[in-house]
């Protein structure tokens, strides 16, 4: 597939980074899927402004990745918690990807926090493998091809 | 793991979004793994201008993710053609996630692309495993703990 000759906005990858947004949208998610899904703890953890945490929570919700949940402290007022939805769980990879890339590359060596598997405690990797059950290693081992929503560019 | 009483910052999600920055520059990379290389053609693909181009590709070489490579055109001047490092090779996964995440839920079941693993022909996706070869299928197997890198907040 020569790449160039393609619509370069039909692909899932732009799709993906315009739900992703910027990096306080991918620091937002990262909260959630660590279990620290209040408002006020996202904030204060963050170190982000109110507006830009309301508008990025918006927008998650929006795009149907977080959803509101009412809970309600004695002697307070309710509120509301963000849960991933399903769809925001199919994130997950992307996550761990970048997880994976920042332990090797910029963590000199201790990565900070490790993502275990409950069964056998091993650590979890976003790993490339075929849907024949292949682990591809490099680059070479893969070719890129148009798909059904391909859109080839004129002439 | 408490992840709340932890820093923030001290994550390899975070440096690694560090790295990939913004939109243009995810879309910078997905040209080059995908064989658009050279200054004018990425510029003409997607779209953006040079002055954007430019400082997203001169921090993608900054961050050591690109490298220039010299090439000629006949009776032209010599110019640059950009290639990944070993490290931005490392960098796939997190595009292979971004892609399933967009066939999946954002293409209407009409993949644009597909990335072929080249000895079988099947599909190539980002799969969660654990270092026993596991497949992790949900976000229920999984728990964050302390890694050697990990920096507790005081208090």
Redesign the interface.
């Known amino acids: 597939?020569?790449?160039?000759r393609?619509d370069?906005g039909?692909?899932?990858?732009?799709?993906?980074?315009?739900?992703?947004?910027?990096?306080w949208t991918?620091?937002v998610l990262?909260?959630v899927?660590?279990?620290?899904r209040r408002f006020g703890?996202i904030q204060e953890?963050?170190?982000v402004s109110k507006s830009v945490l309301t508008q990025r929570l918006q927008q998650l919700v929006d795009d149907g990745v977080l959803e509101r949940q009412p809970y309600q402290e004695p002697g307070d007022r309710a509120r509301h918690e963000y849960r991933?939805t399903d769809?925001g769980?199919?994130?997950?990879?992307?996550?761990?990807?970048?997880?994976?890339?920042?332990?090797?590359?910029?963590?000199?060596g201790?990565?900070?926090?490790?993502?275990?598997?409950?069964?056998?405690g091993?650590?979890?990797?976003?790993?490339?493998?075929?849907?024949?059950g292949?682990r591809?290693e490099?680059?070479?081992?893969?070719?890129?091809?148009?798909?059904?929503?391909?859109?080839p560019l004129a002439g």
Do not use: K
């Open positions: 597939m020569d790449w160039n393609y370069a039909a692909c899932s990858v732009s799709r993906t980074v315009g739900i992703l947004g910027d990096r991918v620091l990262r909260e899927f660590n279990g620290v703890e953890h963050l170190g991933l769809r769980r199919d994130l997950r990879p992307v996550l761990v990807a970048m997880m994976d890339f920042g332990d090797r590359h910029l963590s000199g201790e990565p900070p926090v490790r993502l275990l598997h409950r069964d056998c091993q650590q979890v990797h976003a790993q490339l493998v075929c849907d024949c292949h591809v490099t680059g070479r081992e893969v070719a890129i091809a148009p798909g059904p929503g391909a859109e």
